[in-house]
């Protein structure tokens, strides 16, 4: 019966995707059966979903210890740990996995991920064929073959991905992935109509995964949550000093943010952590209770589960997100750096509606949207620096690119560090650098501004609305005299 209870709780707590609610659900069902190991998977997807990945180890840890061992259970694990940042340890669990079981798909397709991070892209091409050898229809593995290969497959993977798109009776979660795959490949083969109609398959399948799912992306809802974030108040603000000091690089995602985030982790202080998503829970926490008061608590919850940072005082966050908590970040760290990021928007723009991102960006799906939505970014940045000037530093990928190893000492300095010589070759870094950018980010470095031209004549819908938002096409900032009309 208690397990009964635990689970029916857990299971509406999960339909509902309310995470703080499964974690309740799932502790109160571990404080009447600690030794249920259903209870601790559910409490580890909980933590995991809201970005507690060190804490989701531990208890998915407690359903290794209670049930016998598996080669499932060694390839959840290892996947976990990818996510806590912990690679040695995920290395040992997926290796693991695959003694048990070398045909484990979802292991193999974890071990190339964390090759290709680790930059050993061969072996992870090769790991990513194996997977999909076993299984043809594995999506995570076909969508990072495409990353590893420039979009570049063969004619009858690009076959096979195509009977995957268009099957009606696979589940959406397989057909996203399989189109958005296909797009590439036709790009790369440099059919621009084709991969275009391709790109928006994808994304009406991913609208209808939306509509599903309950998301849709509205501009005035968008405006109106941005105008309650910026009139939080930005004080009292915690006092300067702790370590970790955070470093946060923000702005539109594809932006050079993965750039920045490699050339500052090369330095012998600072510990790359990618897009930690902690801090925009803390940000919905403090919209829902207004006159909640950010304290030293609320920085301590975001700087938990970091896990061994190798005695480094430092570490980034790259999480583009973090732009709308520019404020928050400004109470619990005043002392942290704030990189601002900005590069040309159609080339933004057009970047991003070429990638599957997470169902937390429905704006993806629309040019026009993604224009808007473009625009409120640009809005909410302008409002930042007038409100908080001089917090920000801002960087234009451009520059950066053509002219990186004085962009890179700009940047290192004005985060307050000392100069280090590995930030000027961020490609070579040893470091694993934990995203679907690695790829980018482990080539020299270059202006990578080559592909609105050739989409030039089906973005019209897009740079409108980037016009009508007063974005400079140049820059992607909002046009010099327009106010931003937040406050």
């Avoid at 696979?170 to 109609?197: C, M, Q, S, Y």
């Avoid at 760290?333 to 960006?361: G, N």
């Amino acid at each position: 019966m208690q397990d009964r209870r635990g689970g029916l709780a857990c299971d509406f707590a999960r339909d509902r995707r309310n995470w703080p609610g499964l974690e309740h659900a799932a502790r109160a069902w571990i404080s009447r059966r600690p030794d249920q190991p259903l209870a601790w998977r559910e409490a580890a997807r909980a933590l995991f979903e809201m970005g507690r990945h060190t804490q989701a180890v531990k208890a998915f840890e407690r359903v290794q210890a209670l049930e016998p061992e598996s080669a499932a259970n060694h390839a959840a694990l290892g996947g976990l740990l990818l996510h806590a940042l912990d690679y040695e340890a995920a290395r040992v669990e997926l290796e693991q996995a695959l003694a048990l079981d070398p045909d484990h798909v979802g292991a193999l397709s974890d071990q190339a991920t964390l090759l290709t991070y680790l930059g050993r892209f061969a072996e992870a091409e090769a790991a990513c064929r194996a997977a999909l050898e076993r299984n043809p229809d594995h999506a995570p593995a076909f969508t990072l073959l495409s990353r590893l290969t420039g979009g570049r497959l063969t004619e009858a993977e690009t076959a096979h991905l195509s009977r995957i798109t268009e099957d009606p009776r696979a589940p959406l979660d397989r057909r996203i992935p399989a189109a958005f795959a296909r797009a590439h490949a036709l790009d790369a083969d440099g059919k621009v109509e084709a991969a275009f109609t391709a790109y928006g398959l994808a994304h009406v399948l991913s609208r209808e995964r939306d509509r599903l799912e309950g998301r849709a992306y509205d501009h005035a809802t968008a405006v109106d949550r941005a105008r309650r974030i910026v009139a939080l108040p930005l004080a009292p603000a915690q006092p300067p000093g702790g370590s970790p000091r955070p470093i946060f690089v923000v702005g539109m995602a594809r932006s050079g943010t993965t750039l920045v985030e490699a050339m500052l982790a090369s330095h012998t202080r600072v510990f790359g952590a990618g897009e930690r998503v902690i801090l925009p829970g803390l940000l919905e926490a403090w919209l829902a209770r207004s006159d909640a008061a950010p304290d030293a608590a609320w920085a301590r919850a975001y700087l938990e589960g970091l896990g061994d940072l190798g005695g480094r005082d430092h570490v980034t966050d790259k999480m583009p997100r973090n732009l709308e908590s520019v404020g928050l970040i400004t109470r619990l760290f005043p002392d942290a750096p704030i990189i601002l990021m900005r590069r040309d928007p159609v080339e933004t723009c057009l970047s991003l509606y070429r990638q599957e991102f997470s169902r937390d960006w429905a704006f993806v799906h629309d040019l026009a949207d993604l224009g808007r939505a473009y625009g409120l970014t640009a809005r909410l940045a302008a409002h930042w620096a007038r409100a908080l000037p001089g917090r920000m530093i801002e960087v234009q990928y451009e520059t950066l690119a053509e002219d990186f190893a004085a962009e890179a000492r700009r940047i290192v300095a004005a985060c307050g560090l000392d100069w280090d010589a590995a930030c000027e070759s961020p490609s070579k870094s040893p470091r694993p650098i934990a995203t679907f950018s690695t790829v980018s980010a482990r080539s020299p470095v270059r202006v990578m501004n080559d592909r609105a031209e050739a989409y030039r004549p089906y973005l019209g819908g897009l740079i409108g609305a980037l016009e009508a938002e007063s974005v400079d096409l140049t820059t992607g900032g909002l046009k010099a005299g327009v106010e931003p009309g937040l406050a």
